[in-house]
T-cell receptor, first 115, second 113 residues
Framework: SAVISQKPSRDICQRGTSLTIQCQVD?????MFWYRQQPGQSLTLIAT?????????ESGFVIDKFPISRPNLTFSTLTVSNMSPEDSSIYLC????????????FGQGTRLTVV | GESVGLHLPTLSVQEGDNSIINCAYS??????FIWYKQESGKGPQFIID?????DKRQGQRVTVLLNKTVKHLSLQIAATQPGDSAVYFC????????????FGAGTRLAVHP
């Protein structure tokens, strides 16, 4: 199984500022995913972080708001830019289990509160 | 996290009883349906999956049933234990989706001694 570490685990930020969330995996993986989980809600896929190319964003999410970096096969960052209280959520990174279509490993999440 | 599951439907069961958690899906093109478990303060954990051409799949203490006619998925947990208390999410994926998981609504399972 893959071990995924996210930093920070939680933060309280002022509106208008930006926060960068880091995701470190203990093995090389081709694909990494970023999800958002709004309070009391399910998970929504933000984007796929591709190594060596731009991230692929899902409908409703744009690069200017959620820039993503993927400098190598074990690391990715998600930035939440120009934050507003509506951005208060848990942000999770995920990697698929090798060779599996359905099983994925998740980080413990970053709980973001925007005040 | 403590906010996970606050606004989700809750299923309360007694320890030792069987639990049935339901999920409706809308995408008939999905190839796999999956159940994930999310404990407080943690990311989701894979429980079991079922391919779209199957009706039933059993795991250890869990069974997933798929009814494509009514687009309904269920997770049965036998002899529910306190450690089963969590939020359960159904999810879908499809071939060519490059492992993207589309999560459905969650259900909070509360197991009482």
């Amino acid at each position: 199984s893959a071990v995924i570490s996210q930093k920070p685990s939680r933060d309280i930020c002022q509106r208008g500022t930006s926060l960068t969330i880091q995701c470190q995996v203990d093995s090389q993986v081709t694909m990494m995913f970023w999800y958002r989980q709004q309070p009391g809600q399910s998970l929504t896929l933000i984007a796929t972080a591709n190594q060596g190319s731009e991230a692929t964003y899902e409908s409703g999410f744009v690069i200017d708001k959620f820039p993503i970096s993927r400098p190598n096969l074990t690391f990715s960052t998600l930035t939440v830019s120009n934050m507003s209280p509506e951005d208060s959520s848990i942000y999770l990174c995920s990697v698929p289990k090798e060779g599996m279509n359905t099983e994925a490993f998740f980080g413990q999440g970053t709980r973001l509160t925007v005040v | 996290g403590e906010s996970v599951g606050l606004h989700l439907p809750t299923l309360s069961v007694q320890e030792g009883d069987n639990s049935i958690i339901n999920c409706a899906y809308s995408n008939s093109a999905s190839d796999y349906f999956i159940w994930y478990k999310q404990e407080s303060g943690k990311g989701p954990q894979f429980i079991i999956d079922i391919r779209s051409n199957m009706d039933k799949r059993q795991g250890q203490r869990v069974t997933v049933l798929l009814n494509k006619t009514v687009k309904h998925l269920s997770l049965q947990i036998a002899a529910t234990q306190p450690g089963d208390s969590a939020v359960y999410f159904c999810a879908e994926t499809f071939s060519g989706g490059y492992n993207k998981l589309i999560f459905g609504a969650g259900t909070r399972l509360a197991v009482h001694p």
